[in-house]
């Protein structure tokens, strides 16, 4: 999907950046500094700004036209409800004073949300009408992100909800899930595919929405020590085979188009990536916090903690980087295709 780019103020699935930042600031931060309240201040800013820019960039002539056209592209609006559950999240752990803002951000949120659920059924059902049309990537597990954003979202502020509610819709982000996860089998069984052409930075959301997943589901505290740590170690692996085919992927394209244009290249689909890495450091972290779901694999889990802190770390820092020189060189690509 490309917008007109002389209408085009921001990329719409720019909501993955505030999701990549926030989560790094709610979770792998405090490995590294004691005065988080800087960061999460200058990352309400930046957050703000972003969504103001999505929010001024949706007013236009025929944006939602053409937005919702593509019923794969279209799941990035998620990312606009995640990124402002993410937010609201840094803003509770960090500025307590703010929680009537906080609760304005949530109900916005849940709206947003339930007008994203019209899309996603309405997505959903053209895809399995043809699903060999479309070339279906990660960005469809935005569905399962969003909605267990929310359900963590209501966990922090609003407890008072019923349970049920909070556990249906964890389910239904479930069914989200496996939807998603069925199409992109499907699109990679057909014919035949290039790992270096066709395999999306997005895909790594296959292990991130199950990270997430897992945070919802200690979130609302309504399952046992051993299901949790069985779900946690099912994340590990999932997450060791995707990013095993993404090692790949980056070898096969230094090979072929050499560091640079090979995985040195900015594209904004690439936050994705810093915000799968993020969510398994809050899932994990949020669980260890948790007397609970403390089982005899705990001190595995801390060494996986700490050490996963730097990876975020690490993984953040390059992205800042190669933005910043997109930014400067002016070399960001503006369109919506998935591949950096």
């Known amino acids: 999907m490309m917008l007109e780019q002389s209408k085009k103020i921001i990329n719409p699935a720019a909501g993955a950046i505030v999701m ?8 792998a931060l405090r490995v590294f500094s004691d005065h988080g309240e800087i960061f999460a201040f200058v990352y309400l800013i930046i957050s703000l700004l972003i969504f103001t820019m999505l929010i001024r960039q949706s007013f236009q002539k025929d944006f939602w036209r053409l937005f919702l056209r593509n019923p794969v592209n279209s799941f990035v609006f998620g990312s ?9 999240q840094v803003l509770i752990e960090y500025f307590p004073s703010l929680r009537n803002f906080v609760l304005v951000g949530t109900i916005g949120a849940t709206i947003l949300w339930i007008f994203f659920l019209i899309i996603c059924v309405h997505n959903f059902k053209q895809l399995w009408q043809r699903p060999n049309f479309h070339a279906t990537h990660g960005v469809v597990l935005l569905s399962t992100v969003a909605t267990q954003a929310i359900v963590i979202l209501w966990a922090g502020v609003l407890p008072v909800l019923p349970g049920f509610l909070a556990l249906g819709t964890l389910i239904l982000g479930i069914f989200f899930y496996l939807n998603g996860l069925a199409l992109i089998v499907i699109r990679y069984k ?16 296959i292990h991130g929405a199950l990270s997430i997943t897992g945070l919802a589901i200690v979130s609302v505290n309504m399952f046992s020590a051993t ?53 398994f450091y809050a899932f994990t972290m949020v669980m260890l916090d ?22 975020v770390m690490f993984a953040l820092i390059i992205e800042i980087a190669l933005w910043g020189r997109a930014s400067f060189t002016r070399s960001e690509r503006l369109d919506m295709h998935p591949e950096s």
């Not at 990549?20 to 979770?27: E, K, R, S």
């Not at 085979?241 to 690439?270: A, C, D, N, P």
């Not at 948790?290 to 990876?311: G, M, N």
């Open 20 to 27: 990549a930042l926030g989560i790094f600031l709610f979770g």
């Open 80 to 88: 606009w409800i995640a990124g402002l559950s993410v937010l609201c």
């Open 190 to 205: 057909r014919g035949k595919w290039s790992l270096d052409e066709d395999w999306a930075n997005t895909n790594c959301i």
């Open 227 to 279: 299901f949790v740590l069985g779900y946690w170690l099912m994340v590990v692996l999932v997450m060791v085979m995707i990013e095993t085919v993404e090692l790949w992927r980056g070898f096969v394209r230094v090979k072929k188009r050499g560091w640079i244009q090979g995985v040195f290249t900015y594209h904004i689909s690439q936050w994705s990536r810093n915000f799968t890495f993020g969510m």
């Open 290 to 311: 948790i007397p609970k779901y403390t089982t005899s694999f705990i001190e595995v889990q801390k060494v996986v903690l700490i050490s996963w802190a730097w990876v």
